[in-house]
């Protein structure tokens, strides 16, 4: 598997949801070899890293390459092995920069991101809507899993004494950092600004946290306010979700999917921050936890990584690497079992 992210000592909490896919498929079974580098938006890197990877692929025996984004997949091209890439986001739909705009950079990754998709043998998206993005391909839709084992259920009062979070207020959580343009921090602010000053709500921001505490944010809280610019599948809602924390989210990624059929959570069709404030206001008035935790157990990673494996044994069953037209849907549980 070669990544363009993965936790460093410096950044200890990078891209656990690779880590967390990369342990699950190894618990199935697979033998994974992890190679990461930090391109850094510099050529020389991508070279370094190529020469490293076809070194280790002259090596060493492997069935197949998995990169994680499609500019992971530069310094694997060309490869005799069977190549899966996996698109989350940023490269297929651009980079938004600290002045809200789509940067040079990403729009590099997007032509990159074309390119890499015409020449892998499997394509793995966290979400379906970006399909229309990249070259007309049969693709997988696999979202980011979730390690239900991590997401306890926590009584709220005991998950605010736990953080040291106000016992009355009414919680609302940010969980993104303050600073990335595309997360949109000040949206959030002035949306929880605009609230009745008699709901006495909070925003509480969860960033640069351990990932084993997220939990005790989402059992704290009284809402997830989401209003992202745009997103793949973003994790913090499906992790919102699983504790029964109430969602108002603007429409980004396949956040319309999560919440579909979900009584309690809002999909806003407007990012006006005064039509988010009010659709908060009524999840918080109405002060309830969701049932939503069974909503969601097919994202259960241990479910992901059967889906994954199978993609695996697509890629390798097919010699020659031509791209016949695949039946098998990845987004289908009970095809599993019968393809």
Known sequence: MVTCEWPTPDLPRQAPFVVRQVQFLRKAGVD????????????????????????KLRRESYDLVHAQWGQSAVPVLPTHLPLVVTFRGGEVEGIVGDNGRYTLWGRTLQVIGWYVARRADQLVLVSAHMARLLPQRPVHVIPSGLDFSKLALVPKAEARRQLALPERKRLVLFAGDPAEARKRYALASDVVSRLDPALDAQLVVAWNVPHEKMHLYMNACDALLFVSMYEGSPNVVKEALACNLPVVSVDVGDVAERLEGISGCILSMSEDAVDLARELDRVLRAGRRLDSRIAIVELDENRLAQRMIRIYQIAISRPGGDHEVITYRANDVSSDAHT
């Open 32 to 55: 994974v070899d992890v190679f990461f580098f930090r391109g850094s938006k510099n050529p020389l890197k991508y070279l370094r890293a190529w020469w490293n990877v076809h070194r």
